[in-house]
């Protein structure tokens, strides 16, 4: 998927007149953010919200690769796949065949959605379905182009990148052995229609995670962009035979929870009323639910939450296509449950307004 950042000239080549076979950029965003928790003010503080450096290039006709690296993440190694959070990429591709495509190395999970595989620096505020999943796995990619304008994925990854007690706070619960094959295997399809107006993405994912418990996930995104406008409906499902997003799990603190399902609907709407400024508005609507009765966790609804969010985006900048500055505000409300409630559970509502200056320079 081309983003923004990959049409970007770098400071090279407007040097050297002439187009480079790689690309180094350093993404840049900060914010100076007023927060509330229900009707109390906080304080005003200043936050790094992306600092990054990515880089991309082809080392032959039929090679090409990508790292990024991140320095808002954690440095620790994974104890199964040796790679700090903080590396995001680091994968060679191959694209010797012209209908396919192979990509080997820590990468991207497969999701369908738009939220969920838009550069993170133009999401100032994920769903708690997205920020409560780790997007970046070792493993293997193969893309099939079966179609004009249509993209189908097999993917096949660790489905956790340390040891048991790195994913969940708790532990597993009593009895319970992680699963020795621990690998998530996702199917993707990407499809564009209307003259590429209108794009869907479509994702499915299975992983065993531990004794007779496995996880499942069915993600969908639905995107138009034609003229000034571009808007999405994102549906996003996972059915966890153990929580691996440990949303339920957080509303106590003792025993980690078991056959939880979280549904989400994520929508936004653009307008762009001239090239360099837009505003949008977004929402999220999200579900929390235990399946059956299992230690403190009786079956039934937990938890519904929301986000209501609205920014302005303005590049003042010509010749900096790059460079913007913006103006975000964000609610999140929560309304817990009776089952919510008798684990003696406490989520505040919460808001931010934030200004912020976002660059991705283009060094190469």
Known sequence: TVTESDTLTSIVEKVVKQKVRSKINVDFCTTLNGTFTDDSFNGISMKMNRLRIDMRGRISDEFSYRVRQSFNKSYTKGALDNI????????????????????????????????????????????????????????????????KDQLLSVQILNDRNGKVEDVYKYGLPSGMEAYKLPFMTSVAWNGYFADKAWNLIYAASFAPVATGKNVYSLTCGNIYDKGPIFAYLDVMYSREGIDTQQRITGLQSNVTAQDVEYLSFIGRFDYRFRPGLKVYVKGAYETSNVISANGPFAAGHYMTNWNAQACVEWNPLKNEKNFMVF???????????ENALALKAVKPNTQRISLGIQYIIPVL
Not at 327 to 337: E, F, I, M, N, Q
Request: glycine share 8%.
């Open 84 to 147: 700090p959070a903080s590396l995001e990429y680091a994968n060679i591709q191959w694209h010797g065949h012209e209908k396919i495509k192979l990509t080997l190395g820590k990468q991207f999970v497969l999701m369908g959605g738009y939220e969920a595989l838009a550069n993170s620096m133009y999401v100032r505020e994920f769903a708690d379905f997205n920020d409560n999943i780790n997007f970046y796995k070792l493993g293997f990619t193969a893309d099939f182009k079966v179609a």
């Open 327 to 337: 103006a975000h505000y964000v609610y999140k409300g929560y309304d817990l449950k």
